[in-house]
């Protein structure tokens, strides 16, 4: 063995633990902050719903005035943040939940993934959500009502995807738990043409 190769050798066992320790801070530093977009897939299609506020998991930075032109116009601000495409709701599991009110021409039967398994794809912890629709109208839900109605967030109608201008993306609406006909109350709760929901 030369003395180059000694060298080598002795200095073996350092030279590794180094390079251990400069991987370990490297994985340190890659699951800080910027790491929680990796716990939902970044969205491949068309977004239709942004979820902000107290959210853990995320696939999006945070606001930019320029790049979130219509979320600034309604002067909506938010860090990391989930967002959603048509097929992510779907993977959630589409259920199905009939809806008739007085004031509709006919009952109508809607389909998406429930409420709650949105707001758990997104690792929602608060309490209370507004769902907030194109125009701006906001639907403030406390944690109660979510536990008490089935809630969904319907990106079909009568099987047939709801469209800008047709009360979409998406319509978010919930069926009574004691059978009884929605009210007019109930009816003004279920916010159509949703995109946004704030966690707080």
């Known amino acids: 063995m ?39 897939p970044k969205a491949s299609g068309p977004v239709v719903l942004t979820v902000a506020g107290q959210v853990s998991k995320t ?8 790049e979130d032109g219509f979320l600034n116009y309604h002067e ?23 809806v008739s009110f ?8 809607f389909e998406g993934p429930w409420l709650k398994d949105v707001l758990t794809a997104a ?3 608060g309490r209370d959500i507004t769902i907030v629709a194109l125009d701006g109208f906001g639907s403030e839900i406390s944690a109660e009502d979510i ?9 079909k109608r009568d099987g047939r995807y709801l469209t800008i201008g047709q009360r979409g993306p998406l319509w978010v609406v919930y069926r009574r738990p004691d059978g009884k ?10 916010p159509w043409a949703s995109f946004y929901i704030e966690v707080k």
């Open 59 to 66: 696939n999006r930075p945070g606001f930019s005035a320029f």
């Open 2 to 40: 030369t003395d180059f190769q000694s060298f080598c050798w002795s200095r073996r066992g350092p030279a590794l633990r180094l390079f251990g320790a400069v991987l370990c801070a490297l994985f340190v530093l890659n699951a800080g902050p910027g790491a929680q977009a990796a716990d939902l």
């Open 181 to 190: 006909a929605p009210t007019a109350e109930d009816e003004q709760r279920w």
């Open 102 to 109: 007085d004031a509709w021409p006919s009952s109508y039967t």
């Open 147 to 155: 536990a008490a109605f089935d809630w969904i967030v319907g990106v």
């Open 123 to 125: 690792g929602a912890s």
């Open 76 to 98: 909506k601000s938010f860090g990391p943040a989930a967002e959603f495409d048509l097929a992510m709701l779907e993977a959630l599991g589409m259920q199905k939940v009939e």
